[in-house]
């Protein structure tokens, strides 16, 4: 199995920066896709952002003020410019093959909440 430890999270002001990261452990053999995805209350969960080798993909919404990068196993996203509509529960999104599989599967997070108040 691989697991997601999330850190950062928090409640900040509108305009300001947060960070998250996101590192993967278990058995891996080989990572493809990390990205972080968030939602909202009464949301349906959305892409934020992914990295897979050296590409980037970023949803319209946060393009221009987030930034995804990676290290070796570990993901993070650097949130600047946050706008209370950036409130939302924030999930490390990993796809990954393991010793256990020979296929890629998904693997998700717990969560961290992000909250920005105007």
């Known amino acids: 199995q691989v697991q997601l430890a999330e850190s950062g999270g928090g409640l900040v002001q509108a305009g300001e920066s947060l960070g998250l990261s996101c590192a993967a452990s278990g058995t891996i053999s080989s990572i493809y896709v990390m990205g972080w995805y968030r939602q909202a209350p009464e949301k349906a969960r959305e892409l934020v952002a992914t990295i897979s080798g050296g590409s980037t993909n970023y949803a319209d919404s946060v393009k221009g003020r987030f930034t995804i990068s990676k290290v070796a196993n570990t993901v993070n996203l650097q949130m600047n410019s946050l706008k209370p509509e950036d409130t939302a529960v924030y999930y490390c999104?990993?796809?990954?093959?393991?010793?256990?599989?020979?296929?890629?599967?998904?693997?998700w997070g717990q969560g961290t909440q992000v909250t920005v108040s105007s």
């Open positions: 999104y990993c796809n990954a093959r393991s010793r256990s599989w020979d296929v890629n599967r998904n693997y």
